[in-house]
């Protein structure tokens, strides 16, 4: 198995984080990635914002934890269950920003695995986050749009968690079930 191959099989969405913040060349690469990704007609509908302001990060999280006790006190008590946390104490997020264009949808979700590819290769822990739009969408929304200086016009698209964990996980099992063929 070649090393790209490798990374895609043993990557995991990592949902524990130590304080261990990223080091500058780390935050380097996975800028480098996000900027490497494909998009269609090479429109690049995307702004790319790396968040590493730990207080900023936590502001959002409780932000977020409110959007969902409004939303489904069910919900809330299992985020509670498992630790009270969206981001997961994550040192970083990738905030991926979008225009709203056709294709735009596909182009942040390949960007966001470009990010998570990248991670895993470097030996980091990571994780698609779409819950990241939670906090975009509560009373705090438009301050962290601003805070995150998200451009005129533009949306959430998708985010990546990423930092160190002391808890390697495993990634899913493979469902061959999930594959047909047309030959």
């Known amino acids: 198995m070649n090393e790209t191959q490798k990374t895609i099989t043993e990557r995991y969405s990592c949902r524990a984080y130590n304080d261990t913040p990223l080091t500058e060349e780390q935050i380097k690469t996975l800028a480098e990635a996000a900027l490497a990704s494909p998009s269609a007609i090479n429109r690049q509908p995307w702004r790319v914002i790396i968040v590493t302001d730990k207080a900023l990060l936590e502001a959002m999280d409780a932000e977020a934890l409110n959007v969902i006790k409004a939303q489904d006190e069910n919900w809330h008590a299992q985020v509670m269950k498992r630790g009270g946390t969206i981001f997961y104490n994550a040192p ?37 986050c779409g819950m990241a739009r939670l906090p975009l969408l509560g009373a705090r929304g438009q301050e962290f749009s601003q805070k995150l200086g998200f451009p005129e016009g533009f949306v959430f698209g998708m985010a990546v968690l990423v930092g160190n964990t002391d808890e390697p996980g495993e990634p899913h099992e493979l469902d061959w079930g999930k594959i047909s063929y047309v030959r």
């Open 92 to 128: 970083c997020m990738v905030m991926i920003a979008s225009d709203g264009s056709d294709h735009a949808a596909a182009d942040c979700g390949i960007l966001s695995e470009n990010v998570a590819l990248a991670a895993q290769a470097m030996g980091l822990g990571n994780v698609i």
